[in-house]
């Protein structure tokens, strides 16, 4: 089956278009919107999925509009933006390290966060907003002090997934730490949310998000073509035009963004930027980074099993950190006998 057509635009430019890629996409967004709505109306108070509908249409009566529009649509637009944000930055680690295990969950990056989140909840007894930031920051400088690390004549792959090892195994160390330092009330809180959570998320988390992604996401995506070369090797980019470096810098304080942003809004959930990438390409069969299936996976990666968290395990909800985790860890364990068998690792 031929997958590649080129297209011609008005301005008689010619466009390779992806037949099987642009498929995917449109069926993990259709995918995305139907397990929404389903989520939208689970709950103590179950709402029909024609009623959730309505209801986002304006036409709902007022208890079902309250209900979905701010208890419910919140979370679950958090959902959708932590999973897209987190399968695009995963994409461009992926890419940017040529290793499929060059992941946020490998490098540290969760672990930066969650140690700037602990500092603020032990150290300060910070506000919920404060959390955010704190994580934000954490994030931030994590991503800083890896990259810096790495260098050497430039950032090569397997140096950043080794520097991001080392690192998240310090930051682990130093989170442990922190929990033993705090009381038991403190404790408590620190562990909800070191567990990564989108329970009590409202509009104050839907904003910031929403605005980044509006920022970089087609920043992301204008780069695809540059990324795409630079799988191929430095020098092939360079010879291709590609300003490699600074390409790269881009790309990466951009996915760090992506991902500690992320991380603040709902917690440092496992394995989305590992597995949604990786999915994603396996759908799609194409070479490249695959940043917008990647993107659409992750929105529909975590959507999913925010649900599987809240119905699956009965009253006993789980935090959708630990279903994120569990088929994270189970993933991982297949990808590393994969990558023995082939002799990559």
């Not at 959902?79 to 490998?106: E, H, K, M, T």
Request: aromatic residues 4%; glycine residues 12%; proline residues 4%.
């Amino acid at each position: 089956m031929k997958t590649n057509r080129a297209v011609r635009t008005p301005g008689g430019m010619s466009v390779r278009l992806d037949v099987r890629a642009l498929t995917v996409v449109l069926l993990l967004l259709l995918v995305a919107l139907v397990a929404s709505v389903v989520l939208i109306g689970t709950g103590d108070f179950p709402i029909p999925a024609a009623d959730v509908l309505r209801a986002l249409a304006g036409n709902g009566d007022a208890g079902q509009e309250f209900i979905i529009n701010e208890l419910r649509l919140p979370r679950v637009l958090v959902a959708l933006l932590v999973g897209a944000s987190l399968g695009l930055g995963g994409a461009l680690f992926q890419a940017i390290s040529r290793n499929p295990l060059g992941s946020p969950d490998i490098l540290g990056l969760g672990q930066g966060a969650a140690a700037g989140a602990l500092i603020v909840i032990v150290l300060m007894s910070g506000s919920a907003s404060q959390v955010t930031v704190g994580a934000l920051l954490g994030g931030l400088a994590t991503g800083i002090a890896i990259y810096l690390l790495a260098w050497k004549q430039g950032v090569h792959g397997y140096r950043l997934v080794l520097v991001g090892i080392g690192v998240s195994a310090i930051l682990t160390a130093l989170n442990g730490y922190l929990l033993t330092r705090s009381d038991l009330t403190d404790a408590a809180r620190a562990v909800v949310w070191v567990t990564g959570s989108l329970s009590g998320r409202d509009w104050d988390q839907v904003w910031p998000l929403l605005a980044l992604c509006a920022v970089l996401v087609p920043l992301v995506l204008t780069r695809a073509r540059d990324l795409r070369m630079m799988e191929m090797g430095d020098d092939v980019s360079y010879a291709l035009g590609v300003r490699v470096e600074r390409v790269r810098m881009l790309l990466l304080v951009a996915a760090v963004l992506l991902t500690a942003t992320a991380t603040a809004a709902a917690g440092p959930i496992s394995f989305v930027a590992l597995i949604a990438p990786q999915v994603a390409r396996r759908l799609t069969r194409s070479p490249g980074p695959n940043l917008l299936p990647s993107l659409c996976m992750g929105a529909t990666l975590l959507v999913t099993a925010d649900w599987v968290s809240q119905r699956v395990f009965g009253a006993d909800q789980l935090p959708v950190g630990v279903v994120t985790g569990v088929l994270g860890g189970v993933y991982l364990l297949w990808l590393l006998v994969a990558e023995r068998r082939a002799g990559r690792i």
